[in-house]
C-alpha cells in the first residue's frame, strides 16, 4: 500500500485528489492538511511514501515546505502540484528536494500514474515543466566560460557592490590590477557592464 499525504489548502482540491487516489487498491490517503504548519504538528508525515505538496500556501510556502519534510523525512517522495510553472519557483522546489512537479490540470489517471512513478523512484513531471527543465540544462550545459580563482573574487565582490578601491583591498591588487581583471572578466563573459557582467554570472552560476 502506497501512504499518501496531501498539502493543500482548496478543500475541493484535497477532495478530489483524496476520491481519485483512494479509488485505487494500491493507494491510501492517510491525511490530508490545509498548511505545511499543520502536517509538521501532525503524526502522518512519518507513515507516508508519497507527499503531494501545493506550492502557494498560506504561512511556509510549499517551496519551503518540501526542504522541512525532506530533512525531517528523507525517505519521502515529495510531489509539487500546482498552477505555477514558473522557472524560480519549478527550480527552487526541484533544488529543495521535490522529485516531481505536477500541474494541477493533470488529469486523474495522470496524477494516479504520478504516484507510482514516485513511488518507483522515478521523477514524474508534466510535460511543459519538463520541457523547462531541459531547456534550462541545454542553456547552462551550452556555458564554456573559465573565470580564475582571482577572476572569481573580484567578481563576486563586483556583485556585493565593492568599489574598484575595496575590491583591490580584498585582493591584495591596486586599482589598476584590479580593472584589468575586470577587463578580463568582462571579455570573458562578452558583456560591456558590471550589471551584465553580475547579472550573467548569476545566471550561470560562475559565483
Known sequence: MINIVIIEDNKYMREGWKTILDFEQDLCVIAEYESCEDAFEGTQLAKANVVLLDIQLPGIHGTEG?????????????????IHDDDERIFKALKNGAIGYL???ISPDELIEAVHIAQNGGSPM??????????SFQASSDVDIELSDTETQVLTLLA???????????VYLSVDGVRYH????????EVSNKSEAVAKALRDKLI
Open 160 to 170: 556585493e557592490g565593492c568599489s574598484y578601491k575595496g575590491i583591490s583591498k580584498e
Open 182 to 189: 575586470i577587463r578580463n572578466i568582462y571579455n570573458k563573459l
Open 66 to 82: 518540501v526542504k522541512i519534510i525532506r530533512d525531517k523525512f528523507p525517505h519521502l517522495s515529495v510531489l509539487m502540484v500546482t
Open 103 to 105: 500541474s494541477k490540470k
Open 126 to 135: 508534466s510535460p511543459n515543466i519538463a520541457r523547462k527543465v531541459i531547456n
